[in-house]
């Protein structure tokens, strides 16, 4: 029997992607780097709907910020990244017959989600700088140096902010039945 995907899963999904759009203008200070939300809520999106919606809200959603501010090709490179980090997130969490209902394993998920994120970044900016643009070892080495603390503070904010925001929407999305309908075909 052929399955199909409903339309509220659908429209959850354009939510989610609409949420990591808006999520990624959203940033603030800390420690002398700039904290941004779209990784939490591209993790949230992956607890709540599962590895594939999950990441195709998160891939969809950061592709649509680049190409709009400009990124060109780097947006099916952000897209493929996000979407691998909400993949990981989702796919641990839902797996072994889970449902994102395991709160410690939620954690251990979001953690791997983002700092595989944090490694996909890091090899991309290895291969940019020195197969695009032909920069030397050193100067690679460097550029990475500098962008890992604020990669490692945003995974850091990823892991603790969308297990608390998946805690405090999980209630009330059971009580109505969406949460069943944004995981259900």
Known sequence: MKQTVSTRKVVYAALLTALVYVAT????PLLGSKVRMANP????????MGPVFGGLASGLGSLIYDV???YG????ITFVSKFIMAWVCGKLAFSGGRRADDHKRNVLACTAGAWTYVALYMLKTFLFQRFVYGYPADTVWAAMASKFPASAINAAAAMVVAP????ALRPALQ????LDAMRSA
Not at 41 to 48: D, I, T
């Open 25 to 28: 203008m959203i940033s603030f």
């Open 41 to 48: 809520v591209s993790l949230l999106g992956a607890l709540l």
């Open 68 to 70: 709009q501010t400009g």
């Open 73 to 76: 090709m780097e947006s099916v």
């Open 164 to 167: 608390i925001l998946y805690t």
């Open 175 to 178: 009580s109505m039945g969406q």
